[in-house]
C-alpha cells in the first residue's frame, strides 16, 4: 500500500483558487486510482474526484467544472486544482488511493488515505 501525505490546504476568500498536493510513497503509483474526498463538519465523507490509473478523470456534480485532478507519475503526486472556491467547499480534504476495477464513489473501495488537510472558504 502507499502512503499518502497532502499539503495546499489554507484559507482563502470565495472565488479564490486553491491547488492541493498529495504525494505517495511505498507502492506503484501508476497502478492506483488517484482521488479526493471531503468531509465537512457535521457531514459525511463526500467523494470530490478520481483520476484513474487508465487515465479517465471523475467529478461529483458539485465541483465539476471548477475543480480539476491532474496527477504525475514520475514525482508521484496527484494536484487538486479547486478554482471559484465557494464557502460550501469549506471541508478536510482527504487523498485516497485503491486499485478497483470500475469507477466508484464507494470511499470503501479505496484502500489508502492520508492524513486530510483543511481547507477554508471564507465569504
Known amino acids: 500500500q502507499v502512503q499518502l501525505v497532502e499539503s495546499g490546504g489554507g484559507l482563502v476568500q470565495a472565488g479564490d483558487s486553491l491547488r492541493l498536493s498529495c504525494l505517495a510513497s511505498g507502492g506503484t503509483f501508476r497502478r492506483y486510482d488517484m482521488g479526493w474526498f471531503r468531509q465537512a463538519p457535521g457531514k459525511e465523507r463526500e467523494f470530490v474526484g478520481v483520476r484513474r490509473s487508465v487515465g479517465s478523470t471523475y467529478y461529483a456534480d458539485s465541483v465539476k467544472g471548477r475543480f480539476a485532478i491532474s496527477r504525475d507519475n514520475v514525482k508521484n503526486t496527484v494536484y487538486l486544482q479547486m478554482n471559484s472556491l465557494k464557502p460550501e467547499d469549506t471541508a478536510v480534504y482527504y487523498c485516497?488511493?485503491?486499485?478497483?476495477?470500475?469507477?466508484?464513489?464507494?470511499?470503501?473501495?479505496?484502500?489508502?488515505w492520508g492524513q486530510g488537510t483543511q481547507v477554508t472558504v471564507s465569504s
Open positions: 485516497v488511493a485503491g486499485v478497483t476495477s470500475s469507477y466508484t464513489t464507494d470511499p470503501r473501495r479505496y484502500d489508502c
